[in-house]
């Protein structure tokens, strides 16, 4: 296949998840996503525009978005609520007498005349999850606006997710990873942080049909039960597996993928000094060489930014079959190929 025989077949929507998209149309962008690694430079999206915004820090996203833009022939504009435009609100007949002078209604709606694809990146608040788990602010510019709505990383990563597939296929030099042995570990970080990578890299790796363990320090540490289930049902539907354990070594024998996440646990969800002692008993969790030597040979990867000795040592992360470098460019390649393809739904 080349550049000019891939056809769209992609349908009117946006890109909030994975779990919204079928599989033939995500493994579709990652092929893309690999033509264009090699052919970077391409007039797909020659007259649109895309506007970038961040309601939180980025370094990856934020540069891998506006480069990628800028490669397609398309124009990138970068907003920042709170900082550079105005401070935001989003609720539903909210009254809004705080800091907050627009609304995502008329937001979402006035970029939507202006850009061809508007992307979110909005991370929970730390306070409460059943609230953060509505994933209000990408919600409310996908119900507002009238183009496409990429999510840049809110309650779940789903373009760090196609990163991470196109990585894995490109080590193990196939498309085809049934039957790999995925483990999916939290690692130890003096912070909480936020659940979404790992919600993520639960729902791709087993929408890839892989044997995945979510390798946690106690029940605690488990995800939303929404992505747990998302989890056991793709593992069904692709005859994989998914299963839960808290055995380091027997998690880490024999395993094929080890990617490494931090996450904050959820029955303590904005009571985090409650947690903290708990969590800083399993600092032990950091891959390590030793760990690594019981697996197959594992590729390891990490989502980054990665506390260097603390998430993982620096043996593991600067290792031959250590992926971070390839994933963290591959979101270049990926999300070239999401707007190119969600670009043509709207004129």
Not at 31 to 40: R, V
Not at 210 to 221: A, K, S
Not at 285 to 294: G, H
Request: glycine share 4%; net charge negative.
């Amino acid at each position: 296949m080349t550049l000019t025989e891939v056809k769209n077949t992609v349908q009117p929507k946006h890109f909030l998840t994975t779990q919204d998209w079928a599989w033939d149309e995500l493994s579709g962008l990652v092929d893309h996503a690999m033509l264009l690694k090699g052919q970077p430079i391409q007039p797909l999206l020659q007259g649109k525009s895309i506007a970038l915004v961040f309601f939180n820090p980025s370094l990856r996203t934020r540069a891998s978005f506006d480069i990628g833009a800028n490669q397609l022939g398309a124009h990138a504009v970068v907003l920042e609520p709170g900082s550079g435009s105005w401070e935001m609100a989003f609720g539903d007949g909210e009254v809004m007498d705080g800091s907050a002078e627009e609304h995502a209604k008329e937001a979402a709606r006035v970029l939507s005349r202006y850009c061809d694809i508007i992307a979110v990146r909005a991370f929970p608040k730390f306070a409460d999850w059943s609230i953060d788990r509505q994933d209000r602010v990408l919600n409310a510019f996908a119900q507002h606006a009238t183009v496409p709505v990429i999510n840049m990383e809110t309650i779940t990563h789903p373009c760090q997710e196609l990163a991470h597939l196109m990585a894995l296929r490109e080590h193990f030099g196939t498309s085809d990873l049934r039957g790999k042995k995925y483990v999916l570990t939290w690692t130890y970080h003096p912070k909480p942080l936020n659940t979404a990578v790992a919600n993520s890299a639960a729902m791709i790796a087993t929408r890839a049909g892989m044997d995945v363990t979510l390798l946690c320090p106690n029940e605690q540490y488990l995800l939303d039960e929404r992505y747990m289930n998302h989890a056991d049902q793709n593992a069904k539907d692709t005859g994989g597996s998914f299963s839960v354990s808290h055995d380091i070594d027997a998690s880490y024998t024999d395993a094929d993928v080890v990617y490494a996440k931090s996450w904050g646990a959820i029955p303590y969800f904005g009571n985090w000094e409650q947690e903290k002692p708990i969590r800083d008993q399993y600092r032990h969790f950091i891959v390590d060489e030793q760990k690594m030597s019981l697996t197959n040979n594992a590729a390891f990867s990490h989502c980054l930014p990665a506390r260097r000795n603390v998430k993982a040592t620096d043996a593991v992360m600067d290792a031959p079959n250590s992926l971070i470098i390839e994933e963290a460019e591959n979101r270049l390649h990926v999300q070239k190929a999401l707007m190119a393809a969600i670009s043509t739904t709207h004129t």
